[in-house]
């Protein structure tokens, strides 16, 4: 599938969707059950059959400070994935980010769509507050970009329904963190009820 503007195509292949499951994954779930669940996910594909190891990929971080820096650590720690660019509305933060990790403030924006038009990249990183989150991942989508959110996923049903619309209009991956899936306490979890033991669940309170 590819998105074309301003002369300027956005291929999402095989390898952007698996990256940023990579990144969602290894966020919560820790780089050695991200491993074990990747090779399980993808055997005897991984790598195109071991040929050569998978090109990385650039993503544009929008927040960087907050629950931001979580993935600023995820990605500098990735071996699949680059930064092509930060943005943040508060220029101390960026600031202060770029000298934590020694990111080229000729690539941080306070303004999206600044960053959008300079930069190149493959997917974009939306770690903002969600009522900005439809703005922002529609703004990528516009121009090609894959997105992987912070949940939720909109800050209402109605903008949840816009922002996927306009992801499935462009033609790209749109994925949010819900990952908890395979941590251990779910999957036992699931286990439990799928055996049928307590019978069906008719309510679940979580702490």
Known sequence: ????????????????????????????????????IDAWLTQGFTH??????????????????GMGRTWL?????????DF??????????LDAQCRAYGFDPQHCYTSL?????????????????????????CAAFEVGLSVLSEKPLAD???????????AERAGVVFMVAQNYRYSAVTAALRSLVASGRYGAPGQVHVS
């Open 1 to 36: 599938m590819a998105v074309l503007r301003a002369g300027r195509p956005r291929t999402v292949s095989a390898r952007v969707l698996r990256s940023l499951w990579w990144l969602s994954t290894i966020a919560v779930n820790g780089r050695a059950m991200a491993t074990r």
């Open 48 to 65: 195109q059959r071991g040929s050569r190891p998978m090109c990385r990929i650039r993503v544009i971080q929008v927040g960087v400070g």
């Open 73 to 81: 650590k995820t990605v500098a720690n990735s071996d699949q994935v």
């Open 84 to 93: 092509a660019a930060w943005v943040d509305i508060d220029p101390s933060i």
């Open 113 to 137: 769509s600044d960053a959008l038009d300079r930069e190149r990249a493959d997917g974009l990183l939306n770690v903002t507050p969600p009522q900005f989150h439809e703005e922002v991942s």
């Open 156 to 166: 209402s049903m109605e903008a949840a329904r816009r922002t996927v619309h306009c």
